[in-house]
């Protein structure tokens, strides 16, 4: 069966600091991954998505993911997270079914 | 253009009650996806529309809850009996067509059962 784990469930940062938020994922097969972003009060937004190609994806306000399919892997990133990032981060697989199976997600707070 | 709207935003139902949900996609759109996002099980999928059948129906959680979509467009799901452990934001979410894994979500539904 497919599954999502993610190892931080409550992130803080100061701003300016780098983030890497982890995501591995259990699949057999042909695996589509994202990155979804919900800020305070908001609906989920995608952030990025990798579907084949080039593993290192870029997605919008400068967050980027790497695919390492050795690994199960696809690690968020950004180099310097603002205050303005502070919100819930959640990775998904899409497999063969169009069902999208998340991860319990991950709080960010950035503090000024 | 106009993202998924969801209606009611929320909604208060007795214990026993049954409730409905409702879901306008995106125009255009002919997949549709219902979620459930709650505190003790994080973001679940319930079912999966293309135009108005239900390929996927495995994540629905008990037979009080179904959903329907006709003219392949608006959905709604209906939740039975209601218990309180139905409580729980229900998301819907849309993309071009079951070959697009690329969903766009709407607001949800705040589901409190007392």
């Known amino acids: 069966a497919q599954s999502v784990s993610q190892h931080n469930h409550h992130v803080i940062l100061s701003e300016a600091a780098s983030l890497e938020l982890g995501c591995n994922y259990s699949y057999g097969g042909t695996v589509n991954l994202f990155w979804y972003v919900q800020y305070p009060g908001q609906h989920l937004q995608l952030l990025l998505k990798?579907?084949?190609?080039?593993?290192l994806v870029k997605g919008i306000k400068g967050f980027e993911a790497e695919f390492i399919k050795s690994k199960f892997s696809f690690n968020l990133r950004k180099p310097s997270v603002q205050w303005s990032d502070t919100a819930e981060y959640f990775c998904?697989?899409?497999?063969?079914?169009?069902?999208?199976?998340f991860g319990t997600g991950t709080l960010l707070a950035v503090q000024p | 253009g106009a993202g998924v709207s969801q209606s009611p935003s929320n909604k208060v139902t007795e214990k026993g009650k049954d409730v409905e949900l409702r879901c306008d996609p995106i125009?255009?759109?002919?997949?549709l996806y219902w979620y459930r996002q709650s505190l003790g099980q994080g973001l679940e999928f319930l079912i999966y529309?293309?135009?108005?059948?239900?390929?996927?129906k495995s994540g629905l959680p008990s037979d009080r809850f179904s959903a329907e979509r006709t003219g392949g467009s608006v959905s709604t799901l209906t939740i039975q009996r209601t218990q309180q452990e139905d409580s729980a934001v229900y998301l819907c979410?849309?993309?071009?067509?079951?070959?697009?894994?690329?969903?766009?979500f709407g607001p949800g539904t705040r589901l409190t059962v007392t």
């Open positions: 529309f293309q135009g108005n059948s239900a390929p996927d």
């Open positions: 979410a849309s993309s071009l067509d079951w070959t697009s894994y690329e969903q766009y």
């Open positions: 990798y579907f084949s190609g080039d593993p």
């Open positions: 125009s255009g759109h002919t997949a």
């Open positions: 998904a697989v899409c497999g063969a079914t169009n069902k999208l199976i």
